[in-house]
């Protein structure tokens, strides 16, 4: 089943349970998968553009939560929280530091790369290899600290 199926899906089985915070992610979802296959673009999205994009309202909610937790407006944030983790089901599970640890170190002792100076080549490699099962800024540390190190 494809991820627009299981959207459309969990959309009708919380419009029927009147789950007013699974609905907002769910349109939200569905309202930005739509715009991507609609850009005019003439490609149609993949699984891994699907990704992408689920990614990234997850990130803007977070970011969002992060912003109001530090203005101390809880009621703002637990909404962003709560429909950040509704659009979270949708992605595949998410690998855990020390799996990326283990994956970046292997990439940085298979190119031989030492040193800042190859930080863009070694994100490069992990952000290809690990797309969709690490976020960017969890990448970005692991590489930052092996290479450092």
């Known amino acids: 089943m494809s991820l627009q199926a299981k ?3 969990a959309l009708k089985t919380a419009m ?3 789950d007013q915070v699974a609905l907002e992610s769910l349109r939200a979802v569905k309202s930005e998968l739509l715009l991507a296959q609609t850009s005019g673009t003439g490609v149609e ?3 891994e553009d699907e990704i992408k994009i ?3 309202l997850v ?3 977070k970011d969002s939560a992060a912003i109001f937790t530090g203005q101390n ?3 703002l944030a637990e909404p962003e929280l709560a429909q950040a983790a509704v659009i979270e089901q949708f992605l595949p599970a998410q690998l855990s530091i020390e799996e990326v640890e283990a994956i970046v170190a292997q990439i940085i002792s298979e190119g031989g790369f030492a040193g800042m100076g190859s930080m863009g080549q070694v994100m490069g490699l992990a952000n290809a290899k ?3 099962s690490a976020d960017g800024k969890t990448i970005s540390t692991v590489v930052k600290k092996l290479l450092t190190a």
């Open 7 to 9: 959207i459309m899906d």
């Open 16 to 18: 029927k349970s009147k």
């Open 45 to 47: 999205l993949t699984e």
């Open 54 to 56: 689920l990614q990234k």
């Open 59 to 61: 990130k803007q909610r």
């Open 73 to 75: 407006r809880a009621d």
């Open 130 to 132: 690990l797309s969709g």
